[in-house]
Every structure is written in C-alpha cells, then in structure tokens.
C-alpha cells in the first residue's frame, strides 16, 4: 500500500491540524487525508471517494452522539470506522464498538503511534475478514489452472482437489518494537499446496500486503513449477503481513524467530522448508535455522535453503532466480534467433532478481536502458551502468536521485521500446489497459504473475514472446533443492557445477514447454502449466486414495 487513505470527519479546525499533525509523523505507510467538517459533506465524500478507514467525531453540526456514528457506518459500507471524540464516555463507547466501530479514542488521550496504530488494526482487521482469500493474484492462479485443466482434459475429481490447498495455518502473534512501547498483532501464513510429490518447498515473504489468498497462489504456482523442474517437492509458501522497511535488525529477528515457533511443528526438512522471499533474505534463514534447532535440540541446517553459505547454504543461490531468467532469456533469443548483443532491456525491479538479471545481461552484451524500483525508474536510452547503479542503492537503499538517467515513472518504463522487458517486482503490472502499448519482443517474467491471462491474450496475438514466470522465476527453486540435497549429503557442489545444473534443468523445462505449445498450438505459460499438472497427475494417480 503506498498510502493510507483517510477520510477525517471533524468540524473543530484547530482538532483537524493536530489530528492531521499526527498523522504526518507516524512512522510506516504514510496517510491520505481528506478532511469533511459536516455529516452531510462526509456523505457525499464516502459516496464520491475511494478510502481505506474514516476517522469520525460524534459532535458536528448536523449530526449529534451514536446517530453520527450510525449514519456514517451504514454509507461506509465495508470501510472500517474510528471514532475519535473529545467524550469520555465509557457506555457510549461501549455502544459504538458494539455497533461495529474498529476503535474508540478520546482527543487529548492519544499521541501519534496510538492513533496510527488504531487506523492501520481498522484497515488490516477489515482485510483479513473480507479478503484473505479474494486476492486478484489467488484469482489469476486459479484462472490459469483450470485453462491449462481444461485443455488437458484433467480429471475432474483432481480439478477440484488441486484448486485449493492442502494445508493452510494462520497464525496471530505478539510483536514487540525495540522501545518497548508498542505491542502488535501480527498475522502470519504457511500454506502447503502438495503433499504427494515429497516434502513442500516455498519461500517466505514479509509485505504488508501479504494474505491468505495470496500466499495460496504462490503455493500453487510453486506446486506446478517444481513438477516441471522435475524436483522432488510439492509447492508451499508462507509470510507475515508487515512492512520490512521500517523494522530494525533486532525487531526482525524478534519477529522472524517468534514466526518459526508460531509454525514450527508445520516445517522440517522433510516435511516443509522455506526460503527467503520478498522481504526476506539469508539473514532470516539464519534466524529460523537457529530457532528451529534449538527446539529440537540439534543443528537442522537442511530446515531452511537460501542461508549463509557458512550455515551449509548453496554457493549461486543468493542470485540463482536472476541467473536463471537470463539462461532462459538467451534460449528464448536462440529460438527466436535474436541476437543478444546489443540488444535493448528494461528490468522492472531492482531487487534480488531484477538487479543479478541486469548484471548477468551485461555480462551477455545486452544494454540495459531502464531499471526500476518502488521509488520509480531511471532512463537512459543510450544504455545504463549496472555497476554504478548497484553501488548507488548500496549507498543510497533506492534507485530514486540516480545521477546518469532520466527519471520516470514504473508504468511509463513498461511501456518504452525495447528488445526484453523483464517485470522482476510485483503481480499484476501487465493487464488488458495497457498491453496493446507494450513494445518489446520478450516479455521475460521475473516476477510471479506479473501478467494477467487478459493480457497474455493480446501479447499473443500482437506475437510478443512470453516467457511466463513458472518458467522464468524457476531458477531460485532449482538452486534451493541443489542446496537441499548438499545438506542432506553433507557434501558441497562447485559453483561451475551449479550453474551447469541449473542451466540443463531449465533449458530441457523450456523446451518442453515449447514443444509442448507447438504441438498443441497453445501459448507457452498454458504449456509450462500442462507439463507440471500432468506430471502432479501422474503421481496422484500413482499413490491413489486412501482410505
């Protein structure tokens, strides 16, 4: 969430500068605030704006007591209220929360921290009973499975059973910041896709936009590329919804280690074993390897992958899933005979995967012309540094103030001509209102489900080459099952003999895909999904029902 959108109903203008005033020095999401002074003028303002929480007094001039309270309830619909009201009154309090009010807060009783922690437990209480599993990203999955299902032929029996998960755990847990001040509640997931193929593997994720939905797409997307990796494992995924940006070290590892007790008896190594994600890295892998063996009582380094290499992690594997990109990259120019050299490259995301894909490019010959992150893109047609781009976020954290490019704006960067475009941040950034203005020749997907099946159909007709993300994200799997089974081997691969693996495993996946696609004249994502699902059938079949 970029911001916070709130809807402040207060007629004391003085009241409305100190609650405003607040509010710009609360640490986190920042707030949007529009501000109505009547009853009336809130109406039209719930009924004309867009808003994540309102914040109401009870006393205006056109509206008095628990009515005001009421009247603006029943127009938010599912938009959470606060009250905040200069009346001490405990049985009126009483009465709003039990007429549905997330919180009730008396002026002159509150300070920054409290009235933003009231807003955000509004908004994160209200997501969590509306839409844990509406994600848009659970609706893709689930859109792109029963596509590829019904191409297939797949039974219907499996079609129901593979639709959902096979286990699911929410947790909610007590974190505490480093003042001590200030206790939240926490949500956190573990969610097993696939118990048939062999132990789970999925990474963890820590955003604030985390979600039952959401980490259940992941899972399923997890499940149907490990079977087509050919990998032992089923698919499974976990995180906590929180923003990782404004926690200290040490109130990461308090959350990341009070996490893995929370889901201990659901992960093991050879049950379920996570690995770093979106706002995780080794460093969290190094905190739940620890707190998961000091509950058994032994060193379990197999519990984890994606950890030191120190720790028994795999050389390669910090930047495996960039790598793995641009081996598919090239064998996607070869296919296409393309020549790489020279060739133009907008990456969106300048993180793990975006960053190592604009390296490894480089290496090839490409020209990186534009990179993004969450602060915004840099431009420069003539071509970008990556060195010098990766020592600038050294410094600097964000790519925003970057010196030798032109600054624009991530969708702007989407949509400039290029040879490859490799969407490497978030879900949902190619869709049907902007397709037709996409102008590269390979879309290479760095991200999960970064395009929707809408917009799969115009880039296919327009015959822009989709490298879908169940292929091209592949690599960061593949590498953490090399680091699996070094661990439970207790013997450690070179780097070269890595890297050789990982390019023979995701090349033959690619074309079999591609084989795949041409024989059946689908595009390549349906493809890559038939290739796993049937092999997920294959071993359902196999091991048939029990009891």
């Known amino acids: 969430m ?45 009924s004309g704006g867009s808003f994540d929480v309102i914040l109401s007094d009870l006393t205006l001039p056109d509206s008095q007591g628990l009515d005001t309270f009421l009247r603006v309830s029943e127009a938010a619909g599912d938009v959470p209220v606060v009250v905040l009201t200069g009346s001490d009154d405990l049985t009126l309090a009483a009465k709003a929360v039990e007429e549905g009010a997330e919180a009730y807060l008396v002026k002159g009783k509150i300070d920054a921290n409290r009235l933003a922690r009231a807003l955000r437990y509004a908004i994160q209480r209200t997501a ?160 739940m390897m620890d707190t998961y063996s000091q509950q058994v ?38 296919h296409l005979e393309m020549n790489l050299k020279g060739s133009s490259v907008v990456v969106q995301g300048f993180g793990n995967v975006g960053s190592n ?69 978030m879900q949902n950034q190619i869709t049907q209102a902007n397709a037709e203005r996409i102008k590269c020749k390979i879309l290479a997907e760095g991200a999960n489900g970064p395009t929707t099946l809408e917009a799969d159909e115009i880039l296919h007709d327009r015959n822009v080459f989709v490298l879908p993300d169940i292929v091209g994200n592949a690599g960061g799997v593949t590498v953490s099952y090399f680091e699996w089974v070094q661990g439970t081997q207790n013997y450690t691969w070179t780097l070269d003999e890595i890297n050789s693996r990982l390019h023979t495993i995701l090349v033959d996946a690619f074309r079999r895909a591609l084989d795949r696609s041409a024989r059946q004249a689908i595009d390549l994502r349906t493809a890559a999904l038939i290739e796993g699902i049937q092999r997920v059938e294959q071993a359902k079949l196999a091991r048939g029902l029990f009891p």
């Open 128 to 287: 969590a009973e509306q839409a844990e599993w509406q994600s848009p990203m659970y609706q893709l999955a689930k859109q792109q499975f029963l596509k590829a299902a019904q191409i297939v032929g797949l039974d219907d029996n499996l079609r129901e059973r593979l639709l959902f998960p096979q286990r699911t755990m929410t947790v909610t847990f007590p974190f505490r910041r480093d003042d001590y001040q200030e206790v939240e509640t926490v949500f956190g997931y573990r969610v097993q896709h696939l118990l048939t193929m062999g132990p789970t593997k999925g990474g963890l994720r820590y955003h604030e936009d985390v979600s039952l939905g959401e980490v259940s797409a992941l899972a399923m997307w997890m499940t149907w590329k490990c079977a087509l990796m050919r990998l032992p494992f089923g698919g499974a995924k976990g995180g906590v919804r929180i923003d990782p940006t404004i926690l200290t070290g040490h109130e990461l590892q308090r959350l990341t280690r009070r996490f893995t007790t929370e889901i201990l008896d659901m992960i093991g190594p050879d049950k379920d074993i996570p690995a770093p994600d979106m706002g995780t890295s080794e460093r969290e892998m190094a905190w």
């Open 297 to 334: 009582g032994y060193t379990v380094p197999t519990v984890v992958t994606g950890k030191p290499v120190v720790l028994g992690g795999s050389q390669g594997r910090s930047e495996a899933t960039g790598r793995g990109l641009v081996y598919l990259i090239a064998a996607a120019a070869e």
């Open 2 to 46: 970029a911001s916070a959108r709130v809807l402040l109903i207060e007629d004391g203008q003085v009241d409305r500068m100190v609650i405003k005033g607040l509010l710009s020095k609360a640490v986190g999401v920042p707030f949007d605030v529009q501000t109505v002074e009547t009853l009336a003028e809130a109406m039209t303002a719930i």
């Open 357 to 425: 894909a604009a390296r490894f490019l480089e290496e090839l010959g490409a020209r990186v012309i534009a990179v993004s992150d969450v602060t915004g893109g840099i431009y420069n047609p003539n071509g970008l540094s990556v060195s010098s781009l990766l020592a600038y976020t050294r410094e600097n954290r964000v790519l925003a103030g970057y010196p030798d490019g032109q600054a624009i704006s991530n969708q702007e960067m989407l949509e400039l001509p290029c040879d490859i475009l490799a969407p490497a941040a």
